[in-house]
């Protein structure tokens, strides 16, 4: 994927100004900045959720900036959001089989087939093995506690079989053992293949999961590195930590 200057305004305020960066395929990109920096309008932007006010997005060699969300989605981007949303009334295993109906949803084979089928009920529940939750599947989805249900709702989002996954704040909430968890289920999914685009706030999670790091910061982009670089850069360090914490000022 290609970000390239893309700008979003709301009115006199810029949440997101002229941001560039580019995704390698396989690879694991993390996007962080402070409250406020833009990292969810970004994702909102190439998703479709939101249109850019100027500035392109191309994936797989396409662009796709001002596509609608299905259309984007169909082309093989997926996501997660901040706040986890699984379909609460809906067991685990059918959080799953919804997306996987994919296929036909839009088709008139919607009346001659069902994601209820046994290929598709086999593909939910290796979703779910990788996901640690086949165990799980017949419980209704509500009632997981906060770290299972942001596995679920990756898996949810896999089942559209993405090539780039868009990951806002998975580990939010999550405490070590659960963090643990996810990292190696996102470390899973990453080597099998999935590219990945991850907003998250704990920065020991993101230091040890990320080879490449692009810092925002009300809107701009301000650095982008290894793990090591982003950790000693100036301006990321004033970004997070403000003018009085800077090596040397008295006045802290």
């Given at each position: 994927?290609?970000i390239?200057?893309?700008?979003?305004?709301f009115g006199g305020?810029v949440?997101v100004?002229?941001?560039?960066?580019?995704?390698s395929?396989?690879e694991?990109?993390a996007?962080v900045g402070p409250?406020?920096?833009g990292?969810?309008?970004l994702?909102?932007v190439?998703t479709?959720?939101?249109?850019?006010s100027?500035?392109?997005?191309?994936?797989n060699?396409k662009?796709?900036t001002g596509?609608?969300?299905?259309?984007?989605?169909r082309?093989?981007?997926?996501r997660t959001?901040q706040?986890?949303r699984?379909?609460g009334?809906m067991?685990v295993l059918?959080?799953i089989?919804v997306?996987l109906?994919k296929?036909?949803?839009?088709?008139?084979?919607?009346?001659?087939h069902?994601?209820?089928?046994?290929i598709?009920?086999?593909?939910?529940?290796?979703?779910?093995?990788s996901?640690?939750?086949?165990?799980?599947a017949?419980?209704m989805?509500?009632?997981?506690?906060?770290?299972?249900?942001?596995?679920?709702?990756?898996?949810?989002?896999l089942?559209?079989?993405?090539?780039?996954?868009?990951?806002?704040e998975?580990?939010a909430?999550?405490?070590?053992?659960?963090?643990?968890q996810?990292?190696?289920?996102?470390e899973?999914?990453?080597?099998s293949?999935v590219?990945?685009?991850?907003i998250?706030h704990?920065?020991?999670?993101i230091?040890?999961?990320?080879?490449?790091?692009?810092v925002?910061?009300h809107?701009?982009k301000?650095?982008?590195?290894?793990?090591?670089e982003?950790?000693?850069?100036?301006?990321?360090?004033?970004?997070?930590?403000?003018r009085?914490?800077?090596?040397?000022?008295?006045s802290?």
């Open positions: 994927m290609k390239d200057r893309v700008t979003k305004h305020l949440a100004n002229s941001v560039s960066f580019d995704i395929e396989g694991l990109l996007l409250n406020g920096a990292k969810t309008t994702f909102n190439i479709g959720v939101l249109k850019a100027s500035g392109n997005i191309f994936f060699g662009e796709i596509k609608r969300t299905n259309q984007i989605a082309m093989g981007i997926g959001f706040i986890v699984p379909f009334k067991t059918e959080n089989l997306p109906g296929a036909f949803y839009t088709r008139l084979s919607v009346f001659s069902s994601p209820h089928e046994k598709f009920i086999s593909k939910a529940m290796d979703l779910l093995k996901a640690y939750l086949d165990d799980e017949n419980k989805a509500s009632y997981l506690p906060i770290g299972m249900q942001r596995r679920l709702e990756i898996a949810r989002a089942a559209l079989e993405p090539k780039l996954l868009l990951l806002d998975p580990a909430g999550l405490n070590e053992k659960e963090s643990m996810l990292k190696e289920y996102i899973k999914i990453n080597s293949g590219s990945i685009l991850l998250e704990d920065m020991k999670f230091m040890s999961i990320s080879k490449r790091i692009v925002l910061d809107g701009s301000i650095a982008e590195g290894t793990p090591s982003i950790a000693s850069n100036p301006r990321v360090i004033e970004a997070y930590l403000g009085k914490h800077k090596k040397g000022d008295k802290a």
